[in-house]
Protein backbone atom coordinates (compact mmCIF):
# COMPACT_ATOMS: atom_id res chain seq x y z
CA UNK A 1 0.00 0.00 0.00
CA UNK A 2 1.52 3.63 -0.89
CA UNK A 3 2.40 5.43 2.41
CA UNK A 4 3.84 8.69 3.17
CA UNK A 5 5.38 9.00 6.27
CA UNK A 6 6.24 12.46 8.12
CA UNK A 7 8.48 13.36 10.43
CA UNK A 8 7.82 14.34 13.93
CA UNK A 9 6.26 17.14 15.83
CA UNK A 10 9.04 20.08 16.36
CA UNK A 11 8.89 23.02 18.93
CA UNK A 12 11.22 25.77 17.91
CA UNK A 13 12.62 29.39 18.75
CA UNK A 14 12.35 32.42 16.92
CA UNK A 15 15.13 32.55 14.41
CA UNK A 16 15.94 28.40 14.15
CA UNK A 17 16.17 26.17 11.35
CA UNK A 18 14.04 23.35 10.54
CA UNK A 19 13.53 20.79 7.74
CA UNK A 20 11.08 18.42 8.09
CA UNK A 21 10.79 15.23 5.77
CA UNK A 22 8.01 12.72 3.91
CA UNK A 23 9.19 9.28 3.01
CA UNK A 24 7.13 7.30 0.17
CA UNK A 25 6.77 3.91 0.30
CA UNK A 26 5.78 0.94 -1.67
CA UNK A 27 5.53 3.35 -5.37
CA UNK A 28 7.70 4.73 -7.76
CA UNK A 29 9.01 7.52 -6.20
CA UNK A 30 10.33 9.31 -8.75
CA UNK A 31 7.60 9.33 -10.64
CA UNK A 32 5.04 11.48 -9.39
CA UNK A 33 5.02 15.18 -7.65
CA UNK A 34 5.04 15.49 -4.26
CA UNK A 35 3.22 18.72 -2.83
CA UNK A 36 3.52 20.56 0.53
CA UNK A 37 0.39 22.19 2.46
CA UNK A 38 0.40 24.43 5.07
CA UNK A 39 -2.61 24.22 8.00
CA UNK A 40 -2.55 27.19 10.32
CA UNK A 41 -4.54 26.25 13.41
CA UNK A 42 -8.24 26.65 12.87
CA UNK A 43 -7.73 27.28 9.34
CA UNK A 44 -7.94 25.59 6.18
CA UNK A 45 -5.55 24.61 3.41
CA UNK A 46 -2.98 26.41 2.15
CA UNK A 47 -0.54 24.91 -1.03
CA UNK A 48 3.27 25.73 -0.20
CA UNK A 49 4.45 24.15 -3.56
CA UNK A 50 6.00 20.64 -5.14
CA UNK A 51 8.64 18.60 -6.21
CA UNK A 52 9.45 16.45 -8.68
CA UNK A 53 11.91 14.10 -7.20
CA UNK A 54 12.51 12.30 -10.64
CA UNK A 55 14.20 15.88 -11.59
CA UNK A 56 14.33 17.96 -8.83
CA UNK A 57 11.70 20.25 -10.96
CA UNK A 58 10.61 22.19 -8.03
CA UNK A 59 7.29 24.89 -8.18
CA UNK A 60 6.26 27.42 -5.46
CA UNK A 61 3.00 29.05 -4.50
CA UNK A 62 4.24 33.47 -4.65
CA UNK A 63 3.05 33.28 -0.74
CA UNK A 64 5.53 31.07 0.03
CA UNK A 65 8.44 31.31 -2.56
CA UNK A 66 11.75 32.71 -0.55
CA UNK A 67 10.29 31.52 2.37
CA UNK A 68 10.57 27.59 2.21
CA UNK A 69 12.91 25.21 0.56
CA UNK A 70 11.20 21.95 -0.87
CA UNK A 71 13.74 19.06 -1.80
CA UNK A 72 14.13 15.67 -1.98
CA UNK A 73 16.72 12.58 -1.80
CA UNK A 74 15.09 10.13 -4.55
CA UNK A 75 17.94 7.85 -3.16
CA UNK A 76 15.77 7.06 0.18
CA UNK A 77 12.33 8.81 -1.30
CA UNK A 78 11.93 11.10 1.03
CA UNK A 79 10.74 15.16 0.35
CA UNK A 80 11.62 17.91 2.68
CA UNK A 81 10.51 21.49 3.58
CA UNK A 82 12.88 23.20 5.27
CA UNK A 83 12.98 26.78 6.95
CA UNK A 84 16.30 29.04 7.69
CA UNK A 85 14.43 31.31 10.15
CA UNK A 86 11.47 29.92 11.35
CA UNK A 87 9.04 32.73 12.86
CA UNK A 88 6.13 32.37 14.91
CA UNK A 89 3.53 32.53 12.60
CA UNK A 90 5.51 29.20 11.05
CA UNK A 91 3.49 27.75 13.23
CA UNK A 92 1.04 24.99 12.01
CA UNK A 93 0.52 21.57 10.87
CA UNK A 94 2.70 20.62 7.35
CA UNK A 95 1.11 18.02 5.33
CA UNK A 96 2.82 16.39 2.22
CA UNK A 97 0.66 14.46 -0.29
CA UNK A 98 1.12 12.85 -3.81
CA UNK A 99 0.11 14.29 -6.73
CA UNK A 100 -1.21 11.67 -9.34
CA UNK A 101 -3.35 12.70 -12.54
CA UNK A 102 -4.65 15.91 -11.16
CA UNK A 103 -5.50 15.49 -7.22
CA UNK A 104 -3.49 14.67 -4.40
CA UNK A 105 -4.15 11.02 -3.78
CA UNK A 106 -2.20 10.13 -0.75
CA UNK A 107 -1.51 12.44 2.23
CA UNK A 108 0.78 11.93 4.80
CA UNK A 109 0.17 12.11 8.49
CA UNK A 110 0.92 15.55 8.90
CA UNK A 111 3.42 17.00 11.07
CA UNK A 112 2.86 19.84 13.81
CA UNK A 113 5.83 22.56 14.28
CA UNK A 114 5.64 24.86 16.92
CA UNK A 115 7.64 28.00 16.95
CA UNK A 116 7.78 29.96 20.00
CA UNK A 117 10.16 31.35 22.39
CA UNK B 1 -7.13 31.55 -9.56
CA UNK B 2 -9.44 32.06 -6.62
CA UNK B 3 -11.51 29.06 -5.36
CA UNK B 4 -14.48 30.50 -3.55
CA UNK B 5 -16.61 28.37 -1.51
CA UNK B 6 -20.00 28.28 -0.43
CA UNK B 7 -21.40 27.93 2.31
CA UNK B 8 -18.97 28.28 4.38
CA UNK B 9 -20.67 25.90 7.14
CA UNK B 10 -23.90 24.64 7.03
CA UNK B 11 -25.96 22.29 9.47
CA UNK B 12 -28.11 18.96 8.31
CA UNK B 13 -29.23 16.24 9.47
CA UNK B 14 -28.49 12.49 8.75
CA UNK B 15 -30.18 11.14 5.34
CA UNK B 16 -30.01 14.97 3.96
CA UNK B 17 -29.19 15.79 0.49
CA UNK B 18 -26.27 18.05 1.20
CA UNK B 19 -24.63 20.51 -2.02
CA UNK B 20 -21.43 22.16 -1.63
CA UNK B 21 -20.39 24.99 -4.67
CA UNK B 22 -17.04 25.77 -5.54
CA UNK B 23 -16.32 28.83 -7.89
CA UNK B 24 -13.22 29.46 -9.55
CA UNK B 25 -12.35 33.00 -11.05
CA UNK B 26 -11.28 31.99 -14.14
CA UNK B 27 -12.05 28.44 -16.15
CA UNK B 28 -10.12 25.45 -15.02
CA UNK B 29 -12.05 22.87 -17.23
CA UNK B 30 -12.54 19.74 -14.88
CA UNK B 31 -9.25 20.35 -13.17
CA UNK B 32 -10.94 20.24 -9.88
CA UNK B 33 -10.66 17.70 -6.98
CA UNK B 34 -12.71 17.45 -3.80
CA UNK B 35 -11.42 16.52 -0.13
CA UNK B 36 -12.85 15.45 3.18
CA UNK B 37 -11.15 16.66 6.01
CA UNK B 38 -11.62 15.20 9.82
CA UNK B 39 -10.64 17.27 13.15
CA UNK B 40 -7.37 15.90 13.40
CA UNK B 41 -6.69 13.90 10.13
CA UNK B 42 -4.87 14.80 6.89
CA UNK B 43 -7.31 15.88 4.21
CA UNK B 44 -8.80 12.88 2.26
CA UNK B 45 -9.53 12.84 -1.51
CA UNK B 46 -12.98 12.13 -2.48
CA UNK B 47 -13.42 12.85 -6.47
CA UNK B 48 -10.72 14.32 -9.19
CA UNK B 49 -11.82 15.19 -12.70
CA UNK B 50 -14.57 17.06 -11.10
CA UNK B 51 -16.55 14.16 -11.38
CA UNK B 52 -14.68 10.71 -11.30
CA UNK B 53 -15.22 9.25 -7.84
CA UNK B 54 -11.88 8.12 -5.74
CA UNK B 55 -11.80 4.64 -5.57
CA UNK B 56 -13.20 3.03 -2.16
CA UNK B 57 -15.57 6.66 -1.68
CA UNK B 58 -19.09 5.42 -0.93
CA UNK B 59 -21.31 6.50 -3.99
CA UNK B 60 -23.37 8.88 -2.03
CA UNK B 61 -20.81 11.37 -2.89
CA UNK B 62 -20.88 13.62 -6.36
CA UNK B 63 -19.20 15.94 -8.10
CA UNK B 64 -20.32 17.69 -11.13
CA UNK B 65 -19.47 21.10 -12.72
CA UNK B 66 -16.62 22.38 -15.22
CA UNK B 67 -15.04 26.12 -16.51
CA UNK B 68 -16.15 28.08 -13.28
CA UNK B 69 -18.69 26.32 -11.32
CA UNK B 70 -18.54 23.29 -9.31
CA UNK B 71 -20.27 21.23 -7.32
CA UNK B 72 -20.10 18.25 -4.39
CA UNK B 73 -23.05 16.59 -3.66
CA UNK B 74 -23.88 13.74 -0.62
CA UNK B 75 -27.30 12.87 -2.03
CA UNK B 76 -28.04 11.28 1.83
CA UNK B 77 -25.39 12.54 4.68
CA UNK B 78 -24.45 9.91 7.35
CA UNK B 79 -23.29 10.12 10.78
CA UNK B 80 -19.59 9.74 9.06
CA UNK B 81 -19.51 12.57 6.37
CA UNK B 82 -19.86 15.36 9.13
CA UNK B 83 -16.46 17.13 8.28
CA UNK B 84 -15.04 20.07 6.85
CA UNK B 85 -14.66 19.63 2.69
CA UNK B 86 -12.16 21.48 0.44
CA UNK B 87 -11.84 21.78 -3.49
CA UNK B 88 -8.86 22.66 -4.83
CA UNK B 89 -7.99 23.37 -8.47
CA UNK B 90 -4.99 21.66 -10.47
CA UNK B 91 -5.25 23.57 -13.98
CA UNK B 92 -2.08 23.83 -16.00
CA UNK B 93 0.18 25.78 -13.48
CA UNK B 94 0.42 26.21 -9.92
CA UNK B 95 -0.21 27.25 -7.20
CA UNK B 96 -2.68 24.97 -7.30
CA UNK B 97 -4.95 26.32 -4.58
CA UNK B 98 -7.59 25.54 -2.38
CA UNK B 99 -11.06 26.80 -1.59
CA UNK B 100 -11.45 28.05 1.66
CA UNK B 101 -13.47 25.30 3.59
CA UNK B 102 -16.64 24.08 3.92
CA UNK B 103 -17.91 22.73 7.84
CA UNK B 104 -20.51 20.07 7.26
CA UNK B 105 -22.44 20.33 11.46
CA UNK B 106 -24.86 18.34 12.33
CA UNK B 107 -28.11 20.18 13.18
Known amino acids: EVQLVQSGAEVKKPGESLKISCKGS????????IGWVRQMPGKGLEWMGIIYPGDSDTRYSPSFQGQVTISADKSISTAYLQWSSLKASDTAIYYC??????????WGQGTLVTVSS | IQLTQSPSSLSASVGDRVTITCRAS??????LAWYQQKPGKAPKLLIYAASTLQSGVPSRFSGSGSGTDFTLTISSLQPEDFATYYCQHLNSYPPWTFGQGTKVEIK
Open chain 2, 26 to 31: QGISSY
Open chain 1, 97 to 106: ARRSGNAGDY
Open chain 1, 26 to 33: EYSFTSYW
